[in-house]
């Protein structure tokens, strides 16, 4: 029998046929990381790439635990790149506590990569602006909560669900009240892309504060 790590080293990771980044003068990359990955989402959107706003969230406990799971972004403004949850949640509690954090979008039908690395901050009212637009099954799981709690019985959670689900469409206007939008400020966004025969190309946006200006360098891949 074929061993698991052969197994993995038989798997094709990116498409063939994927154009490079032959970026030979930074100076003409946009002034922002923020103008860059508008471009490069869209470009992964319009390639029909499924759900490219989902991104890996990794965060740290006040013991330094680390921790990752994947989430939606929810915005991108001058400010940062936006996500939402419970802040009772784990990531909510490892986000109070170390509000520092990464995420990683992964686009590998296009052969691209993004990491943002910086400070968090919540804004409960864009949160429950954040909350009101979402789906009312959407709405539902965040009113059952409990999140990463042990369930006995899976049949306690449809039930729950059931419950939520017709209270939030009996009150559009009902807001989970521990319901937040955090904005991830970014001090680092690299950006990574592959392409057959070229190569990988990695580019690095970093700041030391939010007043500075961005400086961009080419790094080794």
């Not at 804004?123 to 009113?143: K, M, N, Q």
């Not at 392409?195 to 080794?220: D, I, K």
């Amino acid at each position: 029998m074929t061993s698991f790590r052969a197994r993995l080293r038989d798997l094709q990771v990116l498409p063939d046929g994927l154009s490079g980044w032959e970026l030979t003068d930074i100076s003409v990359l946009p002034g922002t990381p923020h103008e860059l990955f508008e471009t490069w989402f869209d470009e992964a959107a319009a390639a029909g790439l499924h759900a490219p706003h989902a991104m890996t969230l990794s965060t740290a406990g006040a013991d330094g635990t680390v921790a990752a799971r994947t989430v939606l972004l929810t915005d991108l403004s001058s400010a940062g790149w936006w996500f939402a949850g419970h802040a009772t949640s784990p990531k909510g509690r490892d986000l109070a506590a170390n509000p520092h954090a990464a995420l990683t979008f992964l686009w590998q039908g296009v052969g691209r990569q993004v990491r943002v690395t910086g400070a968090v901050t919540s804004h409960p009212e864009a949160g429950a602006a954040d909350f009101r637009s979402r789906s009312a099954g959407s709405r539902a799981t965040a009113l059952v909560d409990h999140q990463s709690e042990v369930l006995d019985d899976l049949a306690d959670h449809r039930e729950a669900w059931s419950a939520a689900l017709a209270e939030v469409r009996a009150d559009p206007e009902l807001v989970v009240p521990t319901w937040t939008a955090w904005c991830l400020a970014p001090t680092t966004v690299e950006f990574w892309r592959s392409g057959g025969g070229t190569g990988q190309t990695r580019v690095r946006y970093r700041r030391g504060g939010q007043e500075e200006a961005w400086t961009t360098e080419l790094l080794w891949p």
